[in-house]
T-cell receptor, first 114, second 110 residues
């Protein structure tokens, strides 16, 4: 069965600094990969997705992620963080077999300091 | 824009009550999902449905059931609510692996 690990429970970044959130997955083949963001009291919003092709994926709100097969990673990046980016971020993996379900990581809470 | 709505944002129920959580989507999506979200545990899949009247168990189905009589509506049922079902419940729908989430229902069982 696939699994997703987000090693950092909390990360604090200064406003204007760059950001990288880590995600490692366990799956026997190339999975479908996603990043979602959840603002306080809200549902999850899709930031970006990787299905195949170019391993650097652009998403909304200035985010990007890079799929690295050799490291089983799909890290999320942003060159300059804004205070409004403070939220919880979830990485998810989908199996290419069977039903279209996702397995989510436990999330990383991003705090932005002034 | 895809819209997924959930019947309540906050709900307080007593132990033993039967609880219905409703979810409606307006994008004609085949797939619909129910998750619960707890601090430190992330999102866990309770049930999902890939077609009307079809349902499949997720990772934590115990204590829950679901109903999908119409394509746009997916209901989560707690037959006899217990305090360990206090949680945030999130509904999602999607055409395939992409999922679009509702705002969530925070359920408290006392």
């Amino acid at each position: 069965a696939q699994s997703v690990t987000q090693p950092d429970i909390h990360i604090t970044v200064s406003e204007g600094a760059s950001l990288e959130l880590r995600c490692n997955y366990s799956y026997g083949a190339t999975p479908y990969l996603f990043w979602y963001v959840q603002s306080p009291g809200q549902g999850l919003q899709l930031l970006l997705k990787y299905f195949s092709g170019d391993t650097l994926v652009q998403g909304i709100k200035g985010f990007e992620a890079e799929f690295k097969r050799s490291q089983s990673s799909f890290n999320l990046r942003k060159p300059s963080v804004h205070w409004s980016d403070a939220a919880e971020y979830f990485c998810a993996v989908g199996s290419r077999k069977g039903y279209s379900t996702l397995t989510f990581g436990k999330g990383t809470m991003l705090l932005v300091s002034p | 824009d895809v819209k997924v709505t959930q019947s309540s944002r906050y709900l307080v129920k007593r132990t033993g009550e039967k609880v219905f959580l409703e979810c409606v989507q307006d994008m004609d999506h085949e797939n619909m999902f129910w998750y619960r979200q707890d601090p430190g545990l992330g999102l866990r899949l309770i049930y999902f449905s890939y077609d009307v009247k079809m349902k499949e168990k997720g990772d934590i189905p115990e204590g829950y059931s679901v109903s999908r009589e119409k394509k746009e509506r997916f209901s989560l049922i707690l037959e006899s609510a217990s305090t360990n079902q206090t949680s945030m419940y999130l509904c999602a729908s999607g055409p395939s692996y992409e999922q679009y989430f509702g705002p969530g229902t925070r359920l408290t069982v006392t």
